[in-house]
């Protein structure tokens, strides 16, 4: 079975499934960690604060999304780091670095982990959504696509006016990635709601990329009027493009800015 608008999972809020904001980012550290080829070192280290939710249909904003609790952040690329859980209230303090490119995962049985990587610092409280399986699931079969992909990863891309509080999406923008063998783009329409037939973002300003291999791609996004830059993810050398990071069975969250 296939189809021209599949669900994209929930009306998103705040940067696709994931925000930054507010001014309670804790003071740095220093701490020896390791990255993925081995080496320990000393880097500065902060911690920041999270939230994580569990994304619905129907719901408009995180408040409409219960807690998950259990879920587990860990800082990408730095094994040497111990990971930590959600409480309760799906609340938690993860370690980033204080400074460069950086970014954390969260991780829960049955729901579709994500890798949230952005340039430190940013400041604030991050809140993210995290898609179960059983929503997944039948959405992303009826477009073709592999669940749960344990071989490859997904991307996530936002696009939004560039100073808007709260984000506003901005229609128009056309996205691409480097990697060949990714599936995709799937704009996604005024609702939030994965369409085929679509070759730019709609007023949501969404659209994924699915089947992506593991490593670091990279992703390029025009507009016809405006610029575009990244926001959340890693700005790459030439304007309008960012590197992101992809791991298999996670989808990676990043953001680009156009006015």
């Excluded at 993925?36 to 500065?44: D, R, V």
């Excluded at 477009?143 to 936002?158: H, K, M, Q, R, S």
């Excluded at 670091?216 to 993810?233: F, M, N, Q």
């Amino acid at each position: 079975m296939s189809c021209t608008k599949c669900l994209w999972g929930v009306a998103l809020v705040c940067g696709l499934l994931a925000c930054g904001g507010g001014d309670d980012e804790t003071e740095g550290v220093t701490a020896s960690t390791g990255g993925s080829g081995g080496t320990g070192g000393s880097e500065s280290l902060s911690t920041i604060p999270v939230i994580i939710h569990a994304a619905a249909v129907g719901a408009t904003s995180f408040d409409d999304m219960d807690p998950i609790a259990d879920a587990e952040l860990c800082t990408w690329d730095r094994p040497g780091l111990s990971c930590t859980s959600t409480d309760a209230l799906g609340g938690a303090d993860v370690q980033v670095l204080s400074s460069g490119d950086t970014g954390f995962t969260i991780e829960k049985a049955d729901f579709l982990g994500v890798l949230l990587p952005f340039t430190a610092p940013i400041p604030g409280t991050f809140r993210a959504a995290l898609f179960p399986d059983a929503l997944l699931t039948p959405a992303l079969t009826a477009l073709g696509l592999t669940y749960p992909d344990t071989a490859n990863g997904a991307v996530f891309i936002l696009a939004r006016e560039s100073t808007s509080i709260p984000d506003k999406p901005v229609a128009g923008v056309t996205v691409t990635l480097s990697a060949a063998t990714s599936q995709g783009p799937f704009y996604a329409d005024e609702n939030g709601m994965m369409d085929t037939t679509l070759t730019q973002t709609s007023e949501s300003g969404q659209v994924s990329f699915w089947s992506v291999p593991p490593g670091e791609v990279t992703l390029s996004a025009s507009h016809a009027i405006v610029d575009c830059e990244a926001i959340e993810g890693w700005p790459a050398e030439t304007p309008g493009e960012m590197t992101v990071p992809v791991q298999a069975n996670m989808a990676t969250l990043v953001t680009f800015g156009c006015m």
